[in-house]
């Protein structure tokens, strides 16, 4: 089955660190550019990040610029998200997504709550 | 508030025609830049709609259609049913922002 399954979110306190995973199976995954969508709490979708196919181009909103890293594992057909520095404005569903230029494929979503 | 302007709500009855509107700028759409468009039941992830301006992923009922004119794109979805109640978003690949640029978003409401 193609699919991709997000995981690694959870609550953590602001100024904190947090590591999102997401498995990619049933398709080639170092054939796709990939991204990192989010939508906070009743709020619209919102892009954070993109990644080429070999990991060599990254791509980020301003308002994550500087605090997150995408990266990627082509053997281990998982991308990934490395959260730092961590907002209340941050809180979220982090989606993972098949790229290049719109998404034809999305993760069930990863909930990363930021609070004290 | 999104680059991509598209109105909070839009309602129809079972049956009838609604149109979704995506009103961009000279900059985005009217650059020449593709408009897709997603379907967003609540508490799931979205799913495409439409790509490249008018074309339907395989499964995707050929109720929906979209078109691109000008500075604005329209998502039309014709025969509508209750299962078509969503949050509906058109979005484009931006250069400058070297990245995915979507709309606020519309509710769809079938009364």
């Known amino acids: 089955e193609v699919q991709l399954v997000e995981s690694g979110g959870g609550l953590v306190q602001p100024g904190g660190s947090l590591r999102l995973s997401c498995a990619a199976s049933g398709f080639i995954f170092s054939r796709y550019w990939m991204h990192w969508v989010r939508q906070a709490p009743g709020k619209g979708l919102v892009w954070v990040s993109r990644i080429n196919l070999d990991g060599s181009t990254t791509n980020y909103a301003e308002s994550v610029k500087g605090r997150f890293t995408i990266s990627r594992d082509n053997a281990k057909n998982t991308l990934y998200l490395q959260m730092s520095s961590l907002r209340a404005e941050d809180t979220a569903v982090y989606y993972c997504a098949r790229g290049p230029g719109y998404v034809n494929l999305w993760g069930q979503g990863t909930l990363v709550t930021v609070s004290s | 508030q999104s680059v991509l302007t598209q109105p909070p709500s839009v309602s129809g009855a079972p049956g009838q025609r609604v149109t979704i509107s995506c009103t961009g700028s000279?900059?985005?759409?009217?650059?020449?830049?593709?408009v897709h468009w997603y379907q967003q039941v609540p508490g799931t992830a979205p799913k495409l709609l439409i790509y490249?301006?008018?074309n339907r992923p395989s499964g995707v009922p050929d109720r929906f259609s979209g078109s691109k004119s000008g500075t604005s794109a329209s998502l039309a979805i014709t025969g509508l049913q209750a299962e078509d109640e969503a949050d509906y978003y058109c979005q484009l690949d931006d250069s400058s922002l070297r990245g995915l640029l979507f709309g606020g978003g519309t509710k769809l409401t079938v009364l």
């Open positions: 000279s900059s985005n759409i009217g650059a020449g830049y593709d």
């Open positions: 490249g301006n008018s």
